[in-house]
């Protein structure tokens, strides 16, 4: 594998979208788009759907090409951690939270990181999905080095729901 210390990738560089295999699309389409509200921009019959945040092309794809009925994934080997959703504002991620506890969906952690509060779930294919918002960079901890120092704290869901009354 090339290793070349002069190259970097472009800062401008995104992740464009996650593409995921699922068992079911249409369970998997009432978590994405009906929970989580995405909305959908391509449909493919029962096999595919893509879906997407302010009408770009897609930001999230599903297939059931080779995995129509699999066992959901499984947390002991490799493949996707999973996939992180950032919100704008915290008072985003709070209304996402509150439709969460609105429909009784299972948290599977929350975490204050530093630079980001951060909400973890499973999607109804057992693939993990983080939902968070990233605090402005000024507010990011550093050590006394000035290398960032990321951390991981209990988030409080009553003060992050604080937000929808602000």
Known sequence: MANNEDYKVPASTRIGHVHLKVSDLERALL????????????????????????????????????????????????????????????????????RLLDAEYPLTGAADHGVSEALYLNDPDGNGVELYYDRPREQWPHAKDGSLEMYTRALHLDHLLAELNS
């Open 31 to 98: 978590f994405y788009n009906g929970l989580l509200g995405f909305e959908v921009t391509q449909r493919m019959g029962d096999a595919a759907a893509f879906l997407s945040a302010g009408g770009y092309h897609h930001h999230i794809g599903l297939n059931t090409w080779h995995s129509k009925g699999a066992p959901e994934a499984s947390k002991r080997g490799v493949g996707l951690y999973h996939t992180a959703i950032v919100y704008e504002q915290r008072k985003e991620l709070a209304q996402v939270l509150q």
